[in-house]
């Protein structure tokens, strides 16, 4: 992770905390911004899997 | 040992026992062996004298007896029962007002005969794969209580582990059931997404949440699984196909193909999950290799919903009591409901192509095995977990085995394997479970599989 990518993710979890209504101390916001973190690094792989450009979501499931 | 559901049917039926007889022993096991592990948060032994009660006065009648007749269970504290809070292993639900019916599937066993004796212990909120709960304290192995018994259903597992109750129903979003049913040495179901009914129960993930039973043999499992199917029409994922009842035909059909699932699955199981697999691999003749290539990017996109879904449905009360939750949730949920939208579709398009994969799977084989956990029980408060050479957290990486199969709806029997005498680890004397895992809509392979694994001695129970 790359300085440049901590500061975005900061910024981003403090503007959505805020939007969302969320106020917490400067603790509490840095133990979220490391969970979002861990998040964000696991979402890089869902976006590296190759799609088909019209390839439908599951938003209801049933197999 | 209580004995499996199918003795207590059976000796009830012939008079051997009655279920006052079976629910005093019951009572008895809880009391001796409880304490030590906590897999209880609360006993309904109220309701279950009026239960046994009832199956002995039919008994006395001459009528018919129900399937499940005077057969002990309890269930994961997040299942509604009629006057009692409904936790699901959180602090926030305590003051809640008590549930005023029975989850679906607890009445569907109540009328199947079944006598309730209380509700258990979970991972908080059921976000993770340990039951170490930060209000309702921990729930140890019954194989090693310096050990955890997995989660979130962990009470679910410990109390069939220990020999108290020899079936409880517990819920499976990322591995559930199968984890800790791994852990502690039981059989589980997680069936397909949409077979049983969710309906009174507390939700996590809604794309994902499964309910089903645990069980010390797999005719318990199937005589439960019987009594539970059907559709709920208050449960708009339950699929509205009719009950297909499994516990009368347990046999293997000949000719069918298992393949071992390979690549992530083998990476992630350690010396004594490779060797669970082996042994089960031998024992149903499966030679073929099978890999799921979109294992890892499920398990991702699993997570992804996971962390939405979970973050969003909690958000308003994080907002309002956040010091409530947790902290091994809390920060996590809260992170979730940051995940933006386009994130969550991204990620439920990986799914719906990791499922046509494994649908073409299916083409060439009838069922696929693998571990259900990547090693035996970690130690309780254990951070990390080494999986050949390469660390992993507990708390998530119990799971990875697990989430990439629930993240697509298939069905899963888990089976107990043991380590074989002068075969590490066999000093501890630690199971690993296996998964076998079904197309969709096919328990009846996944159980029959299990019950030809349990009579080859391959898979079983041993109680501490």
């Given amino acids: 992770m790359t300085e440049a990518r901590d500061k975005q993710l900061e910024s981003y979890v403090r503007a959505a905390l805020a939007l969302q209504g969320y106020v917490f101390d400067e603790t509490q916001i840095a133990e979220i911004v490391m969970q979002f973190s861990r998040l964000d690094a696991i979402a890089r792989s869902v976006f590296e899997w190759p799609l088909p450009f019209a390839s439908e979501a599951a938003p209801v499931f049933r197999p | ?464």
């Fill in chain 2, 1 to 464: 040992m209580i004995g499996t559901a199918g003795e207590i049917v059976r000796q009830i039926a012939s008079g051997a026992r009655s279920a006052a007889s079976v629910l005093a022993d019951t009572k008895a096991l809880i009391g001796a062996k409880d304490p030590a592990l906590n897999c209880f948060t609360e006993k309904t032994f109220e309701r279950a004298e009026r239960e046994a009660a009832a199956i002995d006065a039919l008994r006395a009648k001459g009528k018919p007896l129900p399937p499940l007749a005077g057969v002990p269970y309890a269930v994961k504290n997040l299942f509604d029962v009629e006057g009692m809070v409904t936790l699901a292993g959180a602090k926030i639900n305590a003051a809640n007002a008590p549930a005023v019916a029975d989850a679906a599937i607890v009445a569907r066993l109540s009328r199947a005969g079944a006598v309730l004796v209380g509700a258990l212990n979970m991972e908080e909120l059921a976000y993770g794969f340990l039951t170490e709960n930060h209000h309702y304290g921990i729930t140890r192995n019954p194989r090693d209580p310096a050990r955890g018994a997995g989660g979130s259903s962990g009470g679910s597992a410990a109390a069939v582990g220990a020999g108290i109750v020899p079936l409880t129903l517990g819920s499976d979003t990322s591995g559930s059931i199968r984890v800790p049913a791994s852990l502690c040495g039981v059989f589980g179901l997680k069936p397909t997404y949409g077979r049983l009914p969710r309906s009174g129960t507390y939700p996590f993930v809604n794309s994902f949440d499964h309910v089903g039973p645990l069980a010390n043999d797999v005719l318990g499992l199937a005589l439960s699984y019987d009594a539970m199917q059907g559709p709920d029409s208050n449960d708009p994922a339950c699929a509205q196909r009719p009950a297909e009842p499994v516990a009368e035909s347990l046999t293997l059909p000949r000719g069918l193909r298992i393949g071992i699932l390979g690549g992530w699955f083998r990476d992630w199981a350690d010396p004594s999950a490779r060797r669970a697999v082996q042994l089960v691999a031998e024992a149903l003749r499966a030679t073929q290799w099978a890999e799921l290539k979109a294992a890892e990017v499920a398990r991702a996109a699993a997570y992804i919903i996971t962390g939405a879904e979970g973050g969003a449905l909690h958000r308003p009360r994080l907002i309002e009591q956040y010091e409530e939750f947790g902290p091994a949730s809390r920060a996590r949920l809260v992170a979730g409901s940051l995940i933006p939208a386009s994130w969550v579709v991204q990620a439920q398009r990986v799914r719906q192509q990791a499922y046509r994969e494994a649908i073409e799977l299916f083409g060439r084989f009838d069922l696929l095995i693998a571990a259900a956990a990547p090693s035996v029980a970690p130690r309780v408060g254990q951070e990390m977990l080494e999986i050949n050479g390469r660390s992993i957290p507990t708390k998530a990486g119990l799971g990875v085995l697990t989430q990439p199969i629930s993240c697509i709806g298939l069905p899963v029997c888990t089976v107990p394997v043991w380590p074989e005498e002068g075969e590490t680890p066999v000093e501890r004397d630690l199971p690993v479970g296996v998964q076998l895992i079904g197309a969709p809509w096919r328990e009846n392979l996944c159980l029959a599989a299990a019950r030809t694994l349990e009579q080859a001695g391959v898979a079983q129970i041993r109680l501490a």
